[in-house]
């Protein structure tokens, strides 16, 4: 304390205010200041203005508490200058000046700009506390704003070479105080985070604190966690050469950073993340980069640890920094980059990590200091100072610009305004002069300033820092502030208010651009963390339709930089600034050193002369009179008399100052010193203190009576309890006593009793066991003898049933036979009387008829003559009618035949065209066919569209009103209804629609007990407006029997429980319990509620909008099927008009002759589809063909050319180009969808109805007689482009040739055509058209021959681009659109066309806003709850919205939006129809899941709907939470299965990251909800399954299933050679890689020279498995394959693309992959085996050069192998296992020799069967062999001959043992120079390269060759350094770029996969190999 007043009692040096200095110049500025600096008084007041020297060192308590106590409500000048001093007033400048206060700390690098913001804040935050302690507030802001800064400071500070903690961002404090003077929140501001720093420092300064901290302050766990060691490893921070610095205690920041993350309420998980970010960032640094085809990254174990801490996959980060994609016709394509490419990636990557973690914590700062609304602020800027280093970057650039603006926002407050006001106010006054800056900002800022011309060139692709210095010397070089270097550099300079400075440009653009590439993102955002998601979330991709157009208006650094300054400075510009100026007293940071020349200079250029002048002579201080009279209304006396404001001021300041030198009046305000002001507050303050005082005093006597008068009534109120107290208390132990005897009696006589009654209870249990006893034996006898009688009645019984039977059988013969004849004489007797009978009906009926006859005839002669009468007048009428009709069909005929007319002309141009050489306008001529088509056809057009899709008009789109209707039928009476015409459906309704909903509902009122069902009432309710109404009946008068205010009521409950559906109202005075029929009808009233009371007005006029829909219509009429409206005259209905369909004609009668024209104009307008669109409204026209999906394709009927517009709304379709009559629209939202044309899906050749043979020499046109003219020929020569054979005819004589379908015919340029093709006739036959088939064509001799797909596409690629054959131009191309109710298949004969058409919807879709479902916005609302931690807040959620709750019933629609269209391509053939049906269907699964005998089909069911659609992955996520959500019993057996599927699709499928968050948090809260439960178990599964689940390709199989139902892991077998097999446990997420990890291991194989890998095998078919596939997939692909066999497949299909092997089943296998060092293994090890098996398993395949003999040499050496020596009987059963049978199919070729002496192909011992047979017929053979048995038969006599070859060399190699047999034979294999090498039989078919069209390509550890089949010697090498490039541009197809050859290297074969692996596997253990890293 003692100390604390020596400092503030000392004597000050020079003066602490320099505007009372006597000599006004810069000298004496400096003196003053030195003085002040030795004395280690560091402040100096300027007026207001304080300016700060940086000492370098700790001046004791000058920042004690006890200092901040002295100067709290202090004015300026009342103590020494100090930074507190100012804090103080601009804290109670808040209430002084009723507004926002901000301090402005401004100085060069560090002049201690960073420690100034401390000390504010500080102060700031003491202030408030001490304020909350007063009233009880929290301190926990204030706490966290301070702790704010070492976070803030170790990711944002760092060492420069003048700062050792220099800001490298700026930053704006906001403090937001109360009216109480507490802080209630803040906010801070974030600039230009100098990212590159993280990448690269300066010689001797340091990267950011943080990364040092993290190091150095880490414990080892962290440490070892996050991969790290010492700093001297990391590229990052070593590469400056400065890592520690005595100064810094990197422990300590990393102490005070976790502290203050923990104030900020950031969970241990979060900061766990963060320090992963910074080691990742750490590890990527030190990433480097070889050129192997392409960029490869040099170490993968540096990779992999980035990776792991990312939380990505290192192979997809691995190409993301080597590789760059770019879309291309909606493909993608990959470029490999170079080295220089790679690290460029590799820093941006790294830098924009950083920069959004930094931003991610500013953001949780603000979070945890969230402003409230509040009085006022206090801010605080601290931003970069002024630099000018040796070389200066873009950096530096933005730092010295905001560095202007700062300075010209203090010149324009200090100089401008001031003196500007000064002189308004007619103040006495001389302007100073100052240095003004405008220029120098104007040269950066305005138009073509230096900000825009880079801004401009950084958008150009081309654009260089070379081209941008050239314009920025073409503009600028005469501009009186910028500088011209002298020499021709890459350098500009600046004339900056604090000195020039140069600019180096190195470097601009690319900082500018900020470029970081999509594919970095793609990867960062497939992060499996939250953290590093969350990080890049609202970072959008430019690879998106249309992007081209969103990167010219994607903003650069500078121009973002550029608006946050504008943003900074709208905030300065609202507050009250103070000015701190901070003065660096020298270069080298030692402290009591004082430079002049550095200090003068930075005097000179902050103006602090003119500062000190303006403040010495200025009135700092200005106050409005009326505010100045109430602000020192208490200094005014009683005696003041005058009432005028400014006379007050003027008595007032009179009394202070008569001469008028501190203070002065201008016209609206007072200027004042600013120690007059002082004086005035000091006076002030002390008069308002006394006044306080004696309110105080009244008010402190009030309150001691009061309390003390409460006091006497507490006491008289203790003391009459302590008396009731001590009087019950005896009495209840008097009580007790009683009891107590009591109870002792009470037990004495029971246990008396007890005893009597068990004696009794024994006694009779005695009696009752004897009489058991007794009864049993009774019982037993009796038994016996019943069942003796029982067997003789039985004896008895069957005796006489048996006589019985005998009996009744003679009795029934009898009297069948007596019955017989008795039936005999009555049918006699029968037929003798209706004989009779019908002999005198006869007679009768004569009678009869004859009087009949008569009576008839005189009926018909009358009818006839009045039939004649009719017959007469209807022929009248027929014969009007007929000629009418005549007359009709005449006029159609001859329209008819006028069409016909024109396509023959069409067809006669067409003809005439054949011989000539120019192209023919395909497009022109079916456009215009198309054209008169559609306008022939108008009245017949059956276009689905008409029917389904909207017709809308600009004008009149609603219209409603009564009308009287008459719609025919039996009863034809007029009806009155009120009408609505609305969305192109005319309703009507029996009376206006005024209920927004109405239903019968059973109600209880009163309360929520509803045991009782008496009270229970059935009411009609009716829900207006805001009001609920209840009436007894439907009925128009029935009375109404309550009204419930929707608003007003307290809450709306859902209250079901069980089958109950019901809801509960409740209101201040009543609770209504309301029941619903069915769940249904519940939730529609629940919902309609909720909105009602939610809903504001403009909200409530839409819902009552919406009522008018046809489901509450008692009919409806869509407005596309009305043929005419029209008035009619009706004598009863003078408004009458009629409304004609096609089935009806309604009559509607209007009320007025207005409204009848009203309704007309309505209908005609909606009816005729008239529309007019401005140039702005039509983004895309023109004519396309139109198909209805899901419609049979007719041609002529489905397809339909129309013209469309497409809006910003919808896609309009119109049936000519004068938008007359409007077909439909289609609208567009967001779930709508266009797919994109598609060479392989969506290329049609579509074929018009009428084709006409356009090339060709028509030699004899048919015309005339039919018969004469039946045979008629074409010829096409070689300049024809068609040749093939056809017969034409017509079907008419007067129609003209056509054809329908054709025989592909034969380009006579193609290689396939033979010669004799190339003029073929075409000839007339009996048929109406020629039959054609796309693949077939027609051969010599008349056969026919089907072409496979390869040789279409050899026919095709025959004809050049530049003139495409003709059936180029019939293709079309088409692209679908999904709507919400269609789809639409859309064709348009161009390319380009169909793109952009495409191109142009997509646009119109994604610029809709997202649709959201409520479930949607429930989820947010509970992920904003849950990082909040409001608990509450969650169970209210779910409490008041049932559809995130377990429902029993079925659901109406999904939980999310789902994209409309039919699903498409080939899961339509699975029964799929549109994504909304099949997730109704899975819930509905859901929901019955319990009741399944066997879940297993029912999940498996679910998983592959959702594998096969991928959007219902998300969907059937949220379904199962919502099942699993309230659910009453955790295990019940429905809500356990659901879990189960649960787990299943946790371990399936990785949902998008929103649901992510909302599955980890259901599982999490159900766990805390029900800990102890089988529940929780399933669970804590799923959670962990859903930490390492991988994209999979197939659903799990059905074992694995199995184990996940059971929680456990599954068991997968491994084979390997010699039928070797091992048990492995993975789960649904073990990668191949990590199997093979742990087999190396197992096997101890961890230092063997080759590398391992799994295989999927069946027989010799193997297919390599990538290290990071998923293994349980692998093993569901071979269940789903087994599954296909045993459907009846067997293997065909797979046996075709190369799946299967005869039906052998498929294995794991281990086996080597790459063969690194075939010569070093040893032989007794397990690697040399592996080495053997595969070697072998080559020679059987045929993949290994050698010659007969040899292979048979090597085939003996494996039978010594496998048996030892031959015994005589021995036999080789399958040759297949040690020769490659292959060769024997095929006719041996010459081979070379390199280690047997050569034979002749006839010396040789295969000289079987195949000799005799011709090539084609052995290929004949061998196409149509079916089956093992057919080939056997074939070659059996080789096959023989070669086993009998092998037995014989297997003979001489008696007595060798077997390991010398596997010697011998692995170094014969390595005696091949290429042994190792991997072969792979490809076919060449580029001409250029001189190489056979079958061939081997080998590749192996050092290059990859070319080889003829079975030569050991290669044609060519290709070394790895020299291939620049390899991959499949197309499916087949293997492409090879080599250095120094002019062509490429292409070949065709199915392996291009396992090649391409193969050869990036190569290179990659050259890089580790390269970089000394084992393998």
């Given at each position: 304390m003692a100390e604390t007043v020596k400092i503030l009692q000392a004597p000050q040096a020079g003066l602490s205010d320099m505007a009372k200095l006597q000599d006004l110049n810069v000298e004496s500025i400096l003196e003053n200041i030195r003085q002040r600096f030795e004395a280690d008084q560091i402040y100096t007041y300027i007026g207001s203005i ?519 400075m709208s905030t300065l510009s609202a507050c009250n600034p103070y000015f701190v100026r901070c003065i660096k007293p020298n270069s080298t940071k030692a402290p009591n050193a004082f430079e002049k020349t550095l200090t003068l200079n930075q005097l000179r250029y902050s103006g602090m002369l003119e500062t000190v002048k303006i403040r010495r002579a200025g009135f700092p201080v200005r106050r409005l009179f009326d505010d100045f009279v109430r602000r020192y209304r208490p200094l005014l006396g009683k005696d003041t008399q005058s009432s005028h404001s400014q006379h007050k001021c003027i008595s007032l300041l009179s009394s202070y100052e008569s001469t008028n030198q501190k203070w002065q009046i201008g016209r609206t305000k007072v200027f004042l010193k600013e120690d007059l002001e002082i004086k005035l507050e000091r006076d002030r303050a002390e008069r308002v203190e006394t006044l306080v005082t004696k309110a105080k005093a009244c008010f402190k006597g009030y309150r001691a009576r009061k309390a003390y008068k409460a006091t006497v009534a507490k006491i008289v109120f203790v003391q009459k309890y302590c008396r009731m107290y001590r009087q019950r208390r005896r009495f209840l132990n008097l009580k007790d006593a009683t009891i107590t005897l009591q109870r002792y009696e009470r037990g004495r006589k029971a246990r008396q009793l007890f005893h009597v009654m068990m004696e009794e209870r024994r006694m009779e249990e005695e009696r009752k066991r004897e009489e058991q006893r007794r009864r049993a034996e009774e019982e037993q006898r009796e038994l016996e003898r019943l069942k003796a009688e029982a067997k003789l009645r039985e004896l008895e019984e069957l005796q006489a049933k048996l006589e019985e039977d005998a009996r009744i059988k003679a009795e029934e013969e009898a009297a069948k036979k007596k019955r017989e004849e008795e039936e005999r004489q009555r049918v006699l007797e029968k037929a003798k009387a209706i004989e009779a009978a019908k002999r005198l009906e006869e007679e009768q009926a004569k009678i009869r008829a004859e009087e009949e006859r008569l009576k008839l005839e005189n009926e018909l002669r009358i009818r006839r003559e009045e039939e004649a009468l009719r017959l007469e007048k209807e022929e009248a009428e027929r014969l009007v009618e007929e000629k009418r009709l005549e007359e009709e069909v005449r006029r159609r005929e001859e329209e008819l035949a006028y069409a016909m007319q024109q396509v023959m002309t069409h067809f006669d141009d067409s003809i005439a065209q054949l011989n000539s050489p120019s192209d023919l306008n395909l497009d022109k001529y079916y456009g215009d066919m198309f054209e008169e088509a559609d306008q022939d056809s108008e009245y017949q057009d059956d276009d689905p569209d008409e029917d389904s899709v909207s017709r809308k008009s600009d004008d009149l789109q609603y219209w409603e009103g009564y009308l009287n209707m008459k719609c025919g039928g039996m009863v034809n009476t007029w009806k009155k209804r009120y009408c609505v015409l609305r969305d192109e459906t005319l309703m009507w309704f029996r009376a206006k629609q005024e209920a927004l909903k109405s239903g019968w509902l059973m109600k209880k009122g009163g309360g929520t007990s509803t045991l009782s069902r008496r009270n229970w009432r059935k009411r009609f309710f009716v829900l207006k407006g805001i009001e609920l109404a209840y009436y007894e009946s439907d009925s128009d008068g029935a009375p109404c029997k309550g009204i419930i205010n929707i608003k007003q009521t307290k809450d709306i409950l859902d209250s079901s429980f069980g089958r109950e559906s019901s809801l509960d109202i409740i209101t201040d005075k009543r609770t209504y319990h309301i029941v619903a029929d069915n769940a249904d009808d519940l939730s529609e009233w629940f919902s309609i509620l909720m909105r009602v009371k939610n809903a504001n007005e403009y909200e409530l006029k839409q819902m009552q909008d919406e009522d008018a829909n046809p489901k509450n219509a008692i009919g409806t009429l869509d407005v596309a099927v009305i043929d005419s409206v029209v008035p009619v005259h009706l004598q009863t209905k003078p408004n009458a008009f009629a409304i004609i369909t096609a089935e009806r004609v309604f009559n509607m009668s209007a009320d007025s002759p207005e409204d009848m024209n009203g309704w007309l104009k309505a209908l005609t307008q909606y009816h005729k589809g008239q529309r007019t669109y401005s140039k702005e409204e039509i983004l895309m026209s023109g004519w396309l063909t139109k198909e209805n999906t899901g419609t049979i394709s007719r041609p002529g009927i489905t397809r339909k050319k129309r013209y469309f517009i497409l809006t910003s709304h919808s896609l309009d379709i119109y049936k000519s180009v004068d938008l007359q009559h409007k077909l439909g629209a289609i609208a567009l939202n967001r779930l709508c969808s266009v797919t994109v044309p598609d060479d392989k899906m969506f290329k049609e050749i579509d074929y018009p109805p009428e084709l006409v043979i356009m090339n060709g020499n028509r030699r004899s046109p048919p015309s005339g ?563 093992d048995n057919i080939l056997e038969s074939v070659y059996r006599d080789d096959v023989s001959a070669t086993i009998t070859a092998i037995i014989d060399k297997w003979r001489t190699l008696k007595g060798t043992s077997a390991e010398r047999a596997q010697n011998i034979y692995m170094s014969f294999m390595r005696s091949w120079k290429y042994f190792g090498s991997r072969l792979f039989e490809v076919e060449c078919h580029d001409g250029r390269q001189a190489y056979p069209k079958s061939i081997w390509l080998s590749v192996n550890k050092s290059m990859v060759a070319v080889h003829k089949i079975n030569d050991p010697n290669p044609l060519d090498e290709f070394p790895y350094e020299k291939i620049l490039s390899f991959g499949a541009p197309i499916p087949n197809e293997y492409k090879i770029i080599v250095e120094g050859r002019r062509s490429e290297l292409t070949f065709d074969t199915t392996e291009v996969f396992e090649i391409a692996k193969l050869m990036k596997a190569y290179i990659n253990e050259i890089v580790k190999k390269r970089n000394m890293i084992p393998a």
């Open positions: 304080l300016a700060a020297v940086n000492p370098y060192k700790t001046i004791p308590n000058l920042y004690d508490f006890e200092v901040m106590e002295a100067y709290d409500k202090r004015h300026i000048g009342d103590l020494p200058p100090h930074i507190y001093a100012i804090a103080n007033d601009a804290y109670y400048s808040m209430w002084k000046q009723t507004a926002n206060q901000c301090v402005l700390i401004s100085g060069e690098s560090g002049a201690g700009k960073t420690e100034s913001t401390k000390f504010i804040l500080n102060y700031l935050s003491k202030m408030s506390q001490a304020s909350a302690v007063e009233t009880g507030n929290d301190v926990s802001v204030e706490k966290c704003i301070l702790q704010s800064s070492p976070i803030l400071e170790a990711f944002g500070n760092a060492k420069t070479v003048y700062n050792n903690n220099s800001s490298r961002f700026g930053k704006f404090i906001q403090l937001a105080f109360s009216s109480r003077g507490v802080i209630e929140g803040g906010k801070v501001q974030d600039y230009l985070l100098e990212k590159n720093r993280v990448v690269g420092q300066n010689p001797g300064e340091r990267n950011y604190h943080i990364f040092y901290a993290l190091i150095l302050g880490a414990p080892d766990e962290m440490k070892q966690k996050l991969g790290l060691g010492a700093p001297e490893k990391y590229k990052y921070i070593n590469q400056s050469g400065c890592i520690k610095d005595p100064n810094i205690n990197d422990q300590q920041i990393y102490s005070d950073v976790n502290e203050a993350l923990k104030d900020m309420k950031l969970n241990d998980e979060q900061v766990s993340d963060m320090f992963e970010l910074l080691g990742a960032i750490l590890h990527i640094g030190n990433l480097d980069f070889i050129t192997a085809g392409g960029a490869q990254v040099s170490s993968m174990s540096v990779l992999k640890q980035a990776a792991d801490l990312l939380s990505v996959d290192e192979y997809q980060l691995a190409n993301a920094l080597t590789e760059k994609t770019r879309l291309l016709r909606g493909e993608l394509i990959s470029t490999p980059l170079d080295e220089h490419q790679a690290r460029d990636s590799r820093d941006s990557l790294a830098m924009n990590l950083y920069a959004r973690c930094f931003h991610w914590i500013i953001s949780r700062i603000n979070v945890r200091i969230r402003t409230k609304p509040t009085f006022h602020s206090v801010g605080v800027l601290d931003i970069f100072g002024f630099e000018n280093f040796e070389v200066n970057r873009f950096e530096q650039f933005n730092i010295n610009f905001a560095n202007e603006k700062l300075q010209e926002y203090f010149n324009k407050h200090i100089f401008s305004l001031e003196q500007h006001e000064y002189n308004a106010e007619g103040l006495d006054w001389v302007d100073i002069d100052w240095q003004d800056n405008g220029e120098c900002l104007d040269l950066i800022v305005r138009k073509l300033g230096l900000l825009s011309l880079i801004d401009e060139e950084s958008r150009f692709p081309k654009g260089t820092d070379g081209t941008m210095l050239d314009k920025l010397h073409s503009n600028h070089a005469k501009n009186g502030f910028y500088i011209k270097p002298r020499v021709n550099n890459s350098k500009f300079g600046i004339k900056h208010y604090a000195g020039d400075v140069f600019y180096e440009t190195t470097g601009f653009l690319e900082k500018n651009r900020d470029t970081f590439r999509d594919e970095m993102l793609t990867t960062i955002k497939e992060s499996r963390s939250d953290f590093i998601y969350d990080l890049f979330e609202d970072m959008q991709e430019s690879s998106q339709p249309n992007a081209a157009k969103k990167n010219r208006k994607k903003p650069t650094v500078s121009s973002q930089f550029q608006e946050s300054l504008h943003s900074l007689n039919p018969e004469t003219n039946r045979r008629s020929s074409f010829s096409f020569g070689r300049k024809s482009s068609i040749s093939g054979l056809a017969t034409l005819s017509r079907p008419r004589s007067n129609s003209r040739p056509y054809v329908r379908d054709y025989d592909l015919p034969l380009p006579t340029n193609s290689p396939v055509a033979s010669p004799t093709m190339r003029r073929r006739k075409l000839s007339w036959g009996k048929k109406s058209k020629i039959k054609m088939d796309l693949r077939t064509a027609m051969f010599q001799g008349g056969r026919r021959h089907t072409w496979s797909s390869k040789m279409m596409r050899n026919l095709f690629r025959c004809y050049p681009r530049s003139k495409p054959w003709w059936l180029h131009d019939l293709r079309t191309w088409k692209f679908t659109i999904h709507s919400r109710r269609y789809s639409y298949n859309l064709f348009t004969p161009s390319n380009d066309e169909a793109w952009k058409w495409t191109y142009a919807i997509q646009e119109v879709i994604d610029s809709k806003p997202p649709i959201e479902t409520p479930s949607q916005i429930l989820i947010k609302e509970l992920r904003e709850a849950s990082l909040n931690g409001y608990n509450d807040e969650i169970d209210k959620i779910y409490k008041l919205n049932p559809i995130l709750r377990n429902v029993p019933y079925m659901l109406k629609s999904p939980l999310l939006p789902l994209p409309y269209g039919q699903i498409m391509s080939s899961n339509l053939d699975k029964g799929y129809t549109t994504l909304q049906d099949e997730a109704v269907k899975i819930f509905n699964v859901l929901q019955g899941s319990e009741q399944l005998p066997d879940p297993m089909p029912v999940i498996q069911g679910i998983l592959q709907t959702c594998q096969d659609l991928k959007p219902l992955q998300d969907e059937v996520y949220c379904q199962l939470v919502k099942q699993t959500t309230w659910v009453k019993d955790a295990d019940n057996l429905n809500n356990l299965r659901n879990w189960q599927i649960l787990c299943c699709m946790c371990c399936t499928f990785i949902p998008s990251r929103s649901i992510l968050r909302y599955v980890r948090f259901h599982i999490k809260r159900q766990v805390e909800l029900s800990p102890k439960t089988q529940m929780a178990a399933y669970a804590g599964y799923a959670l962990e399954a859903l930490k390492r689940t991988r994209t999979r390709e197939f659903v799990p199989s059905r074992d694995e299933i199995i184990a996940i139902l059971g929680r456990r892991d599954m068991n997968a077998t491994v084979f390997c050679h010699g039928g070797g097999s091992c048990q492995i446990s993975i789960n649904s997420s073990t990668t191949a890689g990590q199997v093979i990890h742990t087999l190396v291991k197992g096997m101890n194989l961890d230092s063997c020279y080759n590398r391992f890998s799994l295989y999927e095998k069946s027989g010799l078919v193997e297919k390599a498995i990538d290290d990071r596939s998923v293994v349980a997939d692998i093993l569901a692909k071979f269940e789903s394959l087994n599954a296909q066999n045993d459907d009846g497949n067997k293997d065909s299909r797979f046996r075709a693309r190369g799946l299967s092997d005869r039906g052998k089943p498929w294995q794991l296998f281990f086996k080597l992959f790459c063969f690194l060092d075939t010569q070093s293994v040893k032989p007794d090890s397990i690697e040399y085996s592996f080495l053997f098996e595969q070697a072998h398993e080559e020679v059987i395949r045929g993949k290994f050069p050698a010659t007969d003999e040899q292979l048979i040499h090597l085939s003996a050496l494996r039978m010594q192998f496998d048996k030892g020596d031959y015994v005589h009987g021995d036999w080789i059963n399958d040759l297949t296992e040690v020769y490659p049978v292959d060769r024997l199919k095929v006719k041996p070729k010459e081979d070379n020799d390199f280690g047997f002496q050569q034979r002749d192909r006839k010396d040789t011992f295969i000289s079987g069967t195949l000799r005799g047979i011709g090539e084609k017929t052995l290929k004949r053979l061998q196409k149509s062999a079916s089956d």
